[in-house]
C-alpha cells in the first residue's frame, strides 16, 4: 500500500496553503433538543486538524451529517458541530452556511493562516451521493476549487463511493489524515493474523447489515457471539418462538444455513430480557430463549447469556465488537451490553471496538475508553474493512 501521509504533506510546508479536510463529523444529536450527544467524532479528527493549525495551514473542513437528500434541511445543519469544534480546538471556527456556494467561497477567502472552516453538510448537494459520475464529478470540482491539496480523515465514510471521499483526492495532492491511518493500522491487524482465540461480537438490530461480514468472519474467527435485534432472527432459525421481537423473516433461512456452516463457532443468547413494550418503562422479565411469551418483545440479552459471552470473552486473545447487546438507551435493556463491554476490558486480549454505536454504548454507560485497545469511528467503514472489500476512499488514497 502506498499512500502519502499528512506527515508527508507537513514535511512539504503547508504554511498559507488551503487544504481541504474530509472528516466524518455524523455525531449523534439529541432528537428533540438538536444537542451534540457523543462528539467522539469530533475529537477523533483533533490531531490532523491541529498539527494543520499549527503548521499555519488554512484549514477548510467538510463532512456529512445524517442522510438529507441532496438539498439543504435544517435538521441535519453541521452548525452545532461547528461551534462544538471550535471549543475543541481552542479556536472560533468559521462555518459557511452553505457548501459550495457563495457563503463557502466568501468562508474560504477570508480565512488567515492557521484559521479553520467548516462547509455546512456536504449532502445538502446532491452531487455528493450521486452514481452519476458527471454530477458527482461536478461537484467534486467545486468543492476541490478550496483547497491546494485534500486530506482524507473520515475513516467513518471511506466505505462510499461520494463526491468528498472518492473523486476529488483524483483532483487534488492527497494524503491520509492520522485518523484514517491508525484506524487502517488497528484493522490490519484483525485481518492479519490476529492472536487466538479471535472472538468476534456482534449485535445492533438488522441481520442484514451484518451477514457479509459474517460470512466474511466464520473461517478466521474462533468464536462469534451474537446478540441485539439481530440475534431473534436466528433464534427463529433454530425453530424458537420469539413472540413481537424484531425479526427479518426473508433472513431465516439464511441464519439457519449459517449456524449449519459454522462448526458451531456461532454462540447465541440462551436467555433474554423480554418487555411489554419498546418503552424505558415497559414491564420487563429475563426469560429463556424458549419461553418467549407471544406478547412481548426481547430488548436485551439476559444475565445467564452475559456470563457465558464473558466466559468465552476471558479466553480471547484478539476481540472485535460491532453493535450494542440491547437497547443501551433505555436502563432497564444496558446490562447486556455492559457487562459485555465490561468482559470485553477485563479480558487479556487486544481489543478493537467498531461501529458508532458501540463507540457511543462504551462512552454513555461511562466506561473507560482506554480500557480497550481500539475504538473505531467506523461502523459500516469497519465492518466492509474487515469483510476485506475494496474501499473506495482508501482505493482513491492509493492512486
Ligand atoms: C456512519 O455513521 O456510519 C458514517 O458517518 C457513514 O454514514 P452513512 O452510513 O450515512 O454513509
Ligand atoms: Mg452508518
Same mark, same amino acid.
Given at each position: ?8 504533506? &507537513? ?33 477523533? #479528527? ?7 493549525? +499549527? ?20 435538521? =441535519?445543519?453541521?452548525?452545532? *458541530? ?82 468528498? @471521499? ?8 492527497? @494524503? ?7 484506524? *487502517? ?15 468476534? *461480537? &456482534? ?11 459474517? +460470512? ?17 432472527? =436466528?433464534?427463529?432459525?433454530?425453530? &424458537?418462538? #420469539? ?9 431465516? +433461512? ?32 429475563? #426469560? ?10 426481547? &430488548? ?19 476481540? =472485535? ?5 440491547? #437497547? ?21 486480549? =487486544? ?49
Amino acid at each position: 500500500m502506498s499512500i502519502r501521509t499528512l506527515d508527508d504533506l &507537513l514535511a512539504e510546508g503547508v504554511s498559507g496553503r488551503r487544504v481541504l479536510v474530509r472528516a466524518d463529523l455524523n455525531v449523534p444529536l439529541d432528537k428533540q433538543t438538536g444537542d451534540i450527544t457523543d462528539d467522539g467524532r469530533i475529537r477523533a #479528527v483533533l490531531p490532523t486538524l491541529g498539527a494543520l493549525v +499549527e503548521a499555519g495551514a488554512k484549514v477548510v473542513v467538510c463532512s456529512h451529517l445524517g442522510r438529507p437528500k441532496g438539498t439543504p434541511d435544517p435538521q =441535519f445543519s453541521l452548525s452545532p *458541530v461547528a461551534g462544538r469544534l471550535g471549543e475543541l480546538l481552542g479556536a472560533p471556527v468559521h462555518f459557511a452556511e452553505d457548501t459550495v456556494g457563495d457563503s463557502a467561497r466568501s468562508t474560504v477567502a477570508g480565512l488567515a493562516d492557521g484559521q479553520v472552516a467548516l462547509l455546512e453538510n456536504l449532502r445538502f448537494n446532491a452531487g455528493e451521493t450521486s452514481k452519476d459520475e458527471a454530477e458527482r464529478g461536478a461537484f467534486a470540482d467545486q468543492l476541490a476549487a478550496f483547497g491546494d491539496a485534500y486530506v482524507d480523515d473520515a475513516f467513518g465514510a471511506v466505505h462510499r463511493k461520494h463526491a468528498s @471521499v472518492y473523486d476529488v483526492p483524483a483532483r487534488l495532492p492527497h @494524503v491520509a489524515g492520522r485518523l484514517v491511518l491508525r484506524e *487502517v493500522e488497528v484493522l490490519s491487524k484483525l485481518t492479519g493474523s490476529p492472536e487466538r482465540p479471535y472472538v468476534v *461480537v &456482534l449485535g445492533g438490530s438488522k441481520v442484514s447489515d451484518k451477514l457479509a461480514v459474517i +460470512e466474511a468472519l466464520l473461517p478466521t474467527v474462533d468464536r462469534l457471539l451474537i446478540g441485539g435485534g439481530m440475534c431473534f432472527t =436466528f433464534l427463529k432459525a433454530q425453530g &424458537l418462538e #420469539v413472540g413481537t421481537s424484531l425479526l427479518e423473516k426473508d433472513m431465516v +433461512e439464511t441464519c439457519r444455513n449459517l449456524l449449519e456452516r459454522s462448526d458451531g463457532k456461532i454462540m447465541l443468547p440462551v436467555d433474554v430480557v423480554a418487555a411489554d413494550a419498546f418503552a424505558p418503562d415497559a414491564a420487563h422479565d429475563t #426469560v429463556r430463549v424458549d419461553g418467549i411469551p407471544s406478547h412481548r418483545l426481547g &430488548l436485551d440479552i439476559g444475565p445467564e447469556t452475559v456470563a457465558g459471552f464473558a466466559a468465552a470473552l476471558s479466553q480471547a486473545k484478539t476481540i =472485535f465488537w460491532n453493535g450494542p447487546m440491547g #437497547v443501551f438507551e433505555m436502563a432497564a435493556f444496558a446490562a447486556g451490553t455492559r457487562g459485555v463491554a465490561e468482559a470485553i476490558t477485563k479480558a487479556d486480549a =487486544f481489543s478493537v471496538v467498531g461501529g458508532g454505536d458501540s463507540a457511543a454504548a462504551v462512552r454513555a454507560l461511562g466506561l473507560d475508553e482506554s480500557s480497550f485497545g481500539h475504538i473505531s469511528t467506523g461502523g459500516g467503514a469497519s465492518l466492509e474493512y474487515l469483510e476485506g472489500k475494496t474501499l473506495p476512499g482508501i482505493a482513491a488514497l492509493e492512486n
